[in-house]
């Protein structure tokens, strides 16, 4: 689970110049905090505060924070939270699948709608 907290920080900041120190700031507590679910589930939180500033629900970095913060509520066993965000990161996905106009990318946003459905489908 540590690296899927810390990629799916790492693709969200990677948009976000203005807050490369922040971002670096929450991947250090990532990587202190990576079996504390509680507190990775503070952090992905922190992150989808920030995202309105630089990202839209068209963007698939939107997804994969809300897709990430998912996973651990999905471990803490918060369901009516993790359902929210699991529709929030489908959606961003397709959203993000009819703006890119490129098949390749599109094809794989497509294959991550199957995954969050398949994680979905899982609980």
Known sequence: MKCRFLLG?????AR??????EAQ??????????HDTKK????????IELTPERLDSTDA???YAYWHRATVE???GNSAEVEKDFSVADNSLREAEKAIGNEQI???YRELGNRIAAQRAAR
Not at 9 to 13: E, M, T, W
């Open 74 to 76: 999905q471990e803490l």
């Open 106 to 108: 599109a094809s794989y």
């Open 40 to 47: 990775a589930l503070e952090q992905f939180s922190k992150a």
């Open 9 to 13: 920080f790492s693709l969200v900041f």
């Open 61 to 63: 970095e939107w997804a």
């Open 25 to 34: 700031n929450i991947r250090s507590v990532l990587m202190k905090y990576a």
């Open 16 to 21: 976000m110049p203005s807050q490369v120190s």
